[in-house]
């Protein structure tokens, strides 16, 4: 079974950085897509961006140019750099495996228990 385990969230003012890491077990982490995902209070879950096996990189519009998928597979992790944070950023983040091919989508149905990211104005 896949486990999700998120870190790194955390209150931080507008502008501001944070970095996101996320741990997968149960999956043979280097051939897999990941990616993250967020869901903002009474807002749906929505995709950020998605990292393949061989390390090309998506965002969606609202993150591009100021938020960065990487991972370490030796580590079975994945990362989010986030910069220049927006107010709008504010949502739990969750990770989650992912197929190689587009458009982005969820290969695995079970979430971890997200990481809370607050951006204050």
């Known amino acids: 079974q896949v486990q999700l385990v998120e870190s790194g969230g955390g209150l931080v003012q507008a502008g501001g950085s944070l970095r996101l890491s996320c741990v997968a077990s149960?999956?043979?982490?280097?051939?897999?897509?990941m990616g993250w995902y967020r869901q903002a209070p009474g807002k749906q879950r929505e995709w950020v961006a998605r990292?393949?096996?061989?390390?090309?990189?998506n965002y969606a519009d609202s993150v591009k140019g100021r938020f960065t998928i990487s991972r370490v597979n030796v580590k079975n992790t994945v990362y989010l750099q986030m910069n220049s944070l927006k107010p709008e950023d504010t949502a739990v983040y969750y990770c989650?495996?992912?197929?190689?091919?587009?458009?982005?989508?969820?290969?695995?149905?079970?979430w971890g228990q997200g990481t809370q990211v607050t951006v204050s104005s």
């Open positions: 989650n495996v992912m197929y190689n091919s587009s458009p982005p989508r969820t290969r695995n149905g079970s």
């Open positions: 149960g999956i043979i982490f280097s051939i897999n897509a």
């Open positions: 990292i393949t096996s061989g390390g090309t990189t």
